[in-house]
């Protein structure tokens, strides 16, 4: 078995993204398991990543912007050389038409979380005017000849119902977690690290300052929780369109001035500590997959309160784990303020319920269940 995994991932200077995250931890699975992968990925910096069994190909230097990325790809596919039978594996629609287009006697497995959101919420006009008529075509060809596509149970009714001839290619799968990294640590001594104050209520959200997190939402949650918590932090760890990313200091500044911390990009090592700073985290996307966010809080033993987005429902089981509430300020309000006050009553008792849903979703697990799509396309394309 050989393995190619396209996506802008440089394995030497890991940024923030579910799917970065997602993308690294099949790789190093894999490169654990013995198969041998090669990475399409890029470079960031002047260090390049080499591990046995690894090889890493950038597609583009300097930059992860997608759009850089695809049309790389696009230029590249057709004189890209690939053992016979490797598996090239994608983690979005867009990133995989190179290959459906010129590496088609290659098996193809696409991971996707809902399509079309992206473009709906950040290219609004070109959505309503062609493109999603346009998307939705290259969706269908390129589905027809896509091996496999692993996904979350919303995008796989989204996939059945507009394509039920696609059903027997799709497997579901949940994020996975690395709990080496993501482990409970001392509050105080956490935020000490990040020069946050000691005993006051703290919310954290770690992810990218894009359309599709809908950090206005979480905004004026946040302001209508602290009528409540007064003291209370919001603690934003990511980075995003510098547009956008200066709107949402605009309006924490309007709705809750002084009280809005933003951390920027945060280095992935240090993204646990940013979770264990907080009492709760909070994520209130338009749309997600299986958020690997949301298990590495529990792996920390901090619940989670959440928009219905993605398969979070099936990870926020019980209270003692978090909230799943409505799109709405005061139901997000009303959630923020439960968890944390559950959260100072009984930290210890939170704290034990919290990691084990996390432990069932190791990288290891997420690994396997790839690895045996992987064996299950390879017998039936070798038959």
């Not at 020069?195 to 770690?206: D, E, R, T, W």
């Not at 700073?277 to 309160?305: D, F, I, N, Y």
Request: charged share 25%.
């Amino acid at each position: 078995m050989r393995v190619v995994i396209a996506h802008p991932v440089d394995p030497a200077a890991l940024t923030e993204g579910g799917a970065v995250r997602y993308a690294w931890l099949v790789v190093k699975h894999q490169l654990e398991a013995g198969i041998p992968t090669t990475l399409l990925g890029v470079q960031l910096g002047q260090e390049r990543f080499s591990a046995k069994g690894l090889r890493f190909l950038p597609v583009v230097r300097g930059t992860d912007d997608w759009y850089r990325y695809l049309i790389s790809l696009l230029r590249k596919a057709p004189f890209l050389h690939f053992p016979e039978g490797a598996i090239i594996h994608a983690m979005r629609l867009d990133f995989l038409l190179p290959f459906v287009l010129f590496k088609a006697r290659h098996p193809l497995v696409l991971t996707s979380d809902e399509p079309l959101y992206w473009l709906r919420l950040k290219y609004p006009f070109v959505y309503r005017f062609g493109g999603k008529a346009l998307y939705h075509a290259v969706e269908r060809y390129s589905l027809k000849r896509i091996d496999r596509v692993i996904t979350d149970v919303k995008t796989r009714d989204y996939f059945v119902q507009r394509y039920p001839w696609a059903a027997d290619k799709i497997r579901i799968y949940t994020a996975g977690v690395d709990l080496s990294r993501f482990l409970p640590q001392d509050k105080a001594q956490a935020r000490a690290a990040l020069g946050l104050p000691q005993g006051v209520p703290i919310v954290v959200f770690i992810g990218r300052i894009a359309h599709q997190k809908n950090l206005e939402l979480l905004l004026g949650s946040f302001a209508e929780a602290r009528k409540r918590l007064p003291e209370a932090l919001l603690v934003l760890a990511g980075r995003g369109d510098p547009e956008y990313e200066e709107s949402i200091k605009e309006l924490a500044e309007t709705v809750a001035p002084g009280h809005v911390r933003f951390l920027g990009e945060v280095e992935p090592d240090r993204v646990g500590t940013v979770i264990n700073a907080g009492e709760v985290m909070v994520l209130t996307s338009h749309m997600e997959g299986s958020p690997t966010v949301v298990r590495e809080a529990l792996a920390c033993g901090v619940p989670v309160v959440t928009t219905d987005a993605g398969d979070v429902r099936s990870i926020i089981t019980n209270e003692r784990l978090g909230r799943v509430v409505t799109a709405e300020p005061e139901a997000i309000a009303d959630a923020l303020v439960e968890v944390i006050r559950m959260v100072r009553a009984e930290p210890e008792a939170v704290q034990e319920a919290c990691r084990p849903p996390a432990q069932a979703s190791s990288y290891e697990s997420l690994g396997e269940t790839v690895i045996e799509v992987y064996r299950d396309i390879l017998t039936r394309w070798r038959g």
